[in-house]
């Protein structure tokens, strides 16, 4: 495959911008064109990140004729994923698409069996693993520095969700998702779980809706069991606040507990390590401040160009995918049913 890869984009939205941005800081890619269903937006875009050509949404699969890019970035809402990938596949074209992959787990699965018969290859955009801190941590667990996994506790409080006005001024459409925090952001922390742990067999969740005002639940409490026998809990909602100079930058604490010691990670990212009977110490890195949540979004980015270039297996394919999706539909039967569900790992 010659270099520069061309790609072209879809979707103009709050979040695209971060994606965009990190496009452009990639010397081996050159985004030739986007679309939007609000073409305005599109060109908007284009105009602040020097893309050639903006084309409404309806014409996507004319834009994908005329410019026969390498690849796709799908940046839109779920409920666009499958049309789109259909048309991209028809075409031959690679694709990176944002997740939630699917509104529905029917869907999700419709959309993995379209992948299945691609000749071109499908990476989803999953960011929240690539966050520095986690690729840090799991470099320490993988060291046997805490020794035997045990436990892992993740509190999150994002403050964007309360009030007449929540979601409003940077996603507006979460406000009518029926399902929302596991759906939308729980999956993140599951996928960064089984990233960190391994996979998980049973899950239990409790779930809420706290602010009126919008359709789904946006607090949850979720605890899993590791088929490693280990444990993990999620302690989350997005209405309440927490006192942090950027709360969407970590997201909120982690603590680990290993035979050997436990590690800490706090809201600004940073690493503290305490072995058993000895003093703690902080672990040196230096998390990166651009972009969104320590770059993670352009490390995400990095990783499925040098796996476009050599042919290697992106680190988020469809079929893992699944087991994170697989894990939201656990949790949503649990709190419907208030039981343990199995999981498939």
Known sequence: MNTPLKGVCVGAGYFSRFQYESWQRIPEVTIVANCNRSVDKAEEIAKDYGIPRSYPVTEFAKMLDREEPDFVDIITPPDTHLELCRIAVEKGVHIICQKPLAPTWDE?????????????????????????????????????????FFHLAFRCRMGDGWGD???????????????????????????????????????????????????????????????????????????????????RYTFGTLRIDGSKGHLEMDLDGGITIKPLGEPSYEHIYKPSRENFAGDCVHALQEHFVACMLSGDPFESTVEDYLKSVQLVEAAYESAATDQVVKTQA
Not at 189 to 214: K, M
Request: proline share 3%; aromatic share 12%; charged share 30%.
């Open 165 to 247: 006005d929540a979601y409003l001024a940077r996603q507006p459409f979460f406000r009518d998702y029926k399902r929302l925090f596991l759906f939308e952001t729980g999956v993140h922390f599951l996928d960064t779980f089984r990233y960190l742990a391994g996979e998980i067999d049973s899950i239990h969740a409790l779930i809420a809706r706290r602010n009126p005002v919008i359709k789904g639940e946006d607090s949850a409490l979720v605890t899993c069991r590791f088929a490693n026998c280990g444990t993990a809990v999620l302690d989350a909602n997005r209405y309440n606040e927490v006192e942090a100079e950027n709360p």
């Open 108 to 148: 999700t699965l419709e959309l993995a069996e379209l992948i299945k018969s691609a000749k071109g290859r499908f990476m989803v955009h999953e960011n929240f693993r690539w966050q520095p801190w986690y690729r840090e941590i799991k470099k320490i667990l993988d060291a046997g520095t805490l020794g035997e």
